[in-house]
């Protein structure tokens, strides 16, 4: 695709309920990253697929939280029992091997209440 | 780990005068600097980048100075204009792609017309 896509744009969900994040990486791109941006504040690493390797997870903040891509494409994070803390805008990013620019999708703006 | 120091938190500046951002990161290791710029309701995208073999890369009226020894690189912005109005990240990682990048908690840059 021309960028990387994410869907949905918003969210609003109950706490306690599951949500369901999902990215389109740019074609080709073999990385893949989740990052947790929370209100005013910076980037914070949560987990990173290369190829058909082990996904560095090591940002996850909980076992609330994982992440799965099928193949070098599609990549869904789901955050089960959703927590008021989890409201965030949860960015994804995808970029070539070796290449250092990192392309960013719009974001989903997660809102529990 | 990696960390990354980013200041001020918030600059504004009148329109036409310059801006500067200040990182600083810890890991001597670290050989990838990338600067992000987010306007509201978008992802980050990148605006310049630096190796750590150079010491300065100028495009157009943004510029990147780094210095290995005291580990600390700058954002240089002159004549700006009321569309350089964003948050700007610093970021840093020690390998040759975008992996392992840690961010600054980000500048919010105002450009006062």
């Known amino acids: 695709g021309a960028g990387v896509s994410q869907s949905p744009s918003n969210k609003v969900t109950e706490k306690g309920k599951d949500v369901e994040l999902r990215c389109d990486p740019i074609?080709?791109?073999?990385?893949l990253y989740w990052y947790r941006q929370r209100l005013g504040q910076g980037l914070e690493f949560l987990i990173y697929?290369?190829?058909?390797?082990?996904?560095?997870k090591s940002g996850l903040p909980s076992d609330r939280f994982s992440a799965e891509r099928t193949g070098e494409s599609v990549s869904t994070l789901t955050i089960q029992r959703t927590q008021q803390e989890d409201s965030a805008v949860y960015l994804c990013?995808?970029?070539?091997?070796?290449?250092?620019?990192?392309?960013f999708g719009q974001g989903t703006r997660l809102t529990v209440v | 780990g990696e960390n990354v120091e980013q200041h001020p938190s918030t600059l504004s500046v009148q329109e036409g005068d310059s801006a500067v951002i200040k990182c600083t990161y810890s890991?001597?290791?670290?050989?990838?600097f990338p600067w992000y710029k987010q306007e509201l309701g978008k992802g980050p995208q990148l605006i310049i980048d630096?190796?750590?073999?150079?010491g300065e890369k100028k495009d157009q009226r943004i510029a990147v100075t780094l210095n290995k020894t005291a580990k600390h690189f700058s954002l240089h912005i002159t004549e700006t204009q009321p569309e350089d109005s964003a948050v700007y990240f610093c970021?840093?990682?020690?390998?040759?792609?975008?992996?392992?990048?840690?961010f600054g908690k980000g500048t919010h840059l105002i450009i006062q017309p």
């Open positions: 630096i190796r750590s073999n150079v």
């Open positions: 074609s080709g791109h073999t990385a």
């Open positions: 697929f290369q190829g058909n390797s082990a996904p560095d």
């Open positions: 970021a840093a990682t020690d390998r040759l792609g975008a992996d392992g990048l840690t």
């Open positions: 890991d001597s290791a670290s050989n990838y």
């Open positions: 990013a995808s970029s070539s091997p070796g290449q250092g620019e990192a392309f």
